[in-house]
């Protein structure tokens, strides 16, 4: 310590040179450290990043197209495709790229105003060396906004075989400016230490410098009179030192201040006021410049958000006027566009262009079920297999609810066309699974070939579309190809379809009752409401041929309400006139038993009409049973539970059967007639109507058998104990009127 001592400076000036020293010496290792730290590589970090970045959307591309694609030509969908993966990584991390070819000619790009032009002439030199040899490339874009400058990065675009096919250009700025905030805040805590290192030399300072502390002291307060103008005394300091000497030379520049302290303190005042006035105008034009600037940003703010958003609004217009939202698929929209396009390149190429319409056979009972979003996700399944099932320059487009079409460009004949829509056929053969469930679908397809069938492409839309009614009527689950006498086929059934749509309101439907004959007694049980069309021109049309075309067509709906409601409306008038009709049986269509308020139009009806629900009697069909049993069972138990009859119509010929029979709450099942026309003759068709009745009368079902033409049929029925008859051999469907008089003598023996 002794030896510290020794050592250490005993001249003021010496002492304080030494503390500076010391100081300096600690501000200059936190200054090298401080450098250090923030030298670390952030550029190379942040390029590291931005690479990986870059190829992974890399890798996102090629996942989008074939073996063997290049960027030129691109199918479309695989643009459409790559464009997405584009706007995704946009939308979510808020980054700039583009995808540009082996020609630097950009063919996807994340604000779409670039597609199709080539990369600028300063970028082309650095692109093209990287795609030479294949490594990532770093450049700087001249920013439009605030920014000093957009970094870029460039890497290589291979598709799945690994050609190179063009590249990729992210920017990553945003990660450079990441890791810049990382340093600064690395700086930040430098300087803290740095603050720390400066405290300390401070205090080793003040320990040094205190033994000259007075003598300082009164330099200050001699210093601090002379400014305030106050009267200054000496300072007096004695001695050798630095201090010393400055003492003396003070007290001799005071003396030499005094003189002109006057003619000073005169200019200082007239300066001040000349300033004063200054810093006020200045103020004055500050403020107005800041309040002009704020108002400026203001307005370019709201201009750039109404421009920004305008783009986006643009954007999505021109997405959904092009493709379906749902499916992804192009829409009608796009599809005539392909077409008409199609339709030229076979002109120019003297070609054949098969155009399919194609219908998903009982997507709308799924979708009246089950509901909107089992029902969207079936068209998202079913789009996906049918551009499984083509070729990539092929087009598949959703025109509209469960309508797809295809284009299939340059055919070699007619069995091309055949063998993809055999295949398209083939692939709803296996069930859709959504939810774990397997829904059950098929398609119907209709072929029309350019220019064979048509020239026109209206016509040539109207042709396929003909042919895949065709291909319904047949029985669905098939194809159909467009010919003549399909057409004229066709044309008559829009026909009836159209003739239809007035038949109601022109009041050309009525209804005739065939009476239900009691097995015991031979006394009516009740009537069966059958629905018949008398046109002013096409005359007496038979229900088997208009209530298909009502089905499809959708109007039975309004039909079949009707026939209910003037059902339950003429068995009141019946009532209420003082016969005894029975039982009123009314036949529901599949259509209307799968509306989800079924059951509450029902009713609604059965009050509105005053109709004794327990005499009313809905008769249903196996086939729209077996669609979807447990839900036919719950919408059955409902009825069943407001005392309205049931009945299953031609049982023993539909999907069910027997086997069936205990799940559904009827209350009465009627053998079809086929097996009634030959009870008679026929040994296996005696044997199935016993064992039907057998079984209904071990479920307390009462059993009709429809279709009793003749006595024998009458004599072989007998034995097996039916609750009542219903045909030709009793009584014809008669008109309301007729009837009434064949109740009288019932009514009267009541």
Not at 359 to 365: A, V
């Amino acid at each position: 310590m002794l030896r510290m001592r020794q050592l250490w400076p005993r001249k003021v000036g010496t002492k304080l040179l030494a503390v500076m020293l010391v100081g300096l010496g600690l501000s200059l290792s936190l200054a090298l450290l401080a450098i250090w730290m923030v030298s670390r590589d952030a550029t190379a970090s942040s390029r590291a990043l931005a690479i990986h970045a870059a190829e992974n959307m890399a890798l996102q591309v090629t996942a989008q197209m074939g073996e063997h694609d290049f960027l030129d030509p691109l199918p479309p969908f695989a643009r459409y495709n790559i464009q997405r993966t584009l706007d995704y990584a946009n939308r979510i991390k808020g980054r700039d790229a583009e995808i540009f070819d082996s020609n630097l000619k950009i063919v996807a790009d994340t604000d779409h105003a670039d597609l199709g032009r080539h990369e600028p002439e300063e970028w082309r030199g650095v692109l093209t060396a990287m795609l030479h040899d294949r490594q990532p490339r770093f450049f700087a874009e001249a920013a439009r906004d605030d920014q000093p400058f957009h970094l870029q990065v460039a890497v290589p675009l291979q598709n799945q075989s690994g050609d190179l096919v063009g590249g990729v250009i992210l920017e990553y700025t945003d990660l450079a400016e990441e890791l810049a905030a990382s340093a600064r805040h690395s700086i930040l805590v430098l300087l803290a230490t740095s603050l720390i290192a400066l405290l300390l030399m401070l205090y080793l300072a003040a320990t040094t410098v205190r033994p000259i502390a007075r003598a300082v002291r009164r330099l200050h307060g001699a210093t601090r009179a002379l400014a305030t103008g106050k009267p200054v005394r000496p300072v007096g300091v004695q001695g050798s030192d630095e201090l010393s000497e400055l003492s003396r030379a003070f007290d001799e520049m005071s003396e030499q201040l005094s003189a002109s302290r006057s003619a000073i303190e005169t200019e200082v005042i007239e300066r001040r006021a000349a300033q004063t006035a200054l810093q006020d105008a200045n103020t004055q034009l500050e403020h107005r410049v800041a309040e002009r600037t704020a108002s400026l940003e203001s307005i370019n703010r709201q201009l750039e958000d109404e421009l920004a958003h305008g783009k986006e609004m643009e954007r999505q217009l021109e997405q959904l006027a092009r493709f379906d939202s749902l499916t992804g698929l192009p829409n009608r929209a796009m599809f005539l566009t392909c077409l008409d396009l199609a339709i030229k390149r076979a002109d120019r190429s003297k070609s054949m262009v098969a155009l399919m319409f194609i219908d998903l056979d009982r997507f709308k009972s799924i979708n009246d079920s089950m509901g909107h979003r089992i029902g969207d996700q079936v068209l998202q399944q079913a789009a996906q297999r049918l551009s499984g099932c083509l070729r990539e320059a092929d087009v598949v487009s959703r025109i509209g609810g469960d309508e797809f079409t295809v284009i299939l460009e340059d055919i070699a004949d007619t069995d091309a066309a055949r063998a993809v829509a055999a295949k398209i056929v083939a692939a709803f053969v296996t069930p859709v699974v959504i939810d774990e469930k397997e829904l059950f679908l098929s398609s119907s397809v209709g072929i029309a070939l350019y220019p064979r069938d048509s020239t026109d492409p209206g016509m040539l839309m109207t042709q396929a579309d003909f042919a895949m009614y065709e291909a319904k009527a047949n029985g669905r689950n098939q194809y159909a190809l467009h010919s003549e006498q399909m057409a004229s086929v066709v044309l008559q059934r829009l026909a009836l379809e159209n003739a239809l749509h007035h038949a109601i309101e022109r009041n050309e439907l009525s209804l005739h009752y065939q009476l239900r004959i009691s097995a015991s007694d031979h006394l009516p049980t009740g009537t069966e409401a059958l629905l018949r069309w008398q046109h002013p021109e096409m005359g007496q049309i038979a229900p088997g041929d208009f209530i298909p075309v009502a089905e499809h067509s959708g109007m039975i709906l309004d039909i079949g309400e009707w026939a209910l409601r003037r059902a339950c409306e003429q068995h009141t008038e019946w009532r209420e006139a003082g016969l005894a009709p029975g039982i009123m049986a009314v036949n529901i269509s599949a259509v209307q038993f799968k509306q989800g308020d079924f059951v509450e139009r029902v009713l609604r009806i059965v009050s509105e009409t005053r109709m004794v629900a327990g005499q009313l009697e809905l008769e249903l069909t196996e086939s729209m049973l077996a669609d979807n049993p447990e839900n036919a069972a719950a919408v059955m138990q409902q009825l069943r539970n407001h005392g309205i009859g049931l009945a299953i119509d031609d049982f023993g010929t539909g999907y069910s059967s027997l086997s069936y029979l205990k799940r559904f709450p009827a209350s009465r099942i009627k053998i079809d007639r086929s097996f009634v026309h030959d009870i008679d003759l026929n040994q296996e068709d005696a044997a199935i109507a016993a064992a039907i009745v057998a079984l209904a009368r071990n479920l307390n079902i009462d059993v009709t058998a429809e279709g009793v033409e003749t006595g024998a049929q009458l004599a072989h029925l007998a034995p097996l104990a039916c609750a009542d008859y219903q045909g030709f051999y009793f009584a014809r469907p008669l008109p309301a009127d007729e009837v009434r008089a064949a109740l009288l003598p019932h009514t009267a023996a009541v």
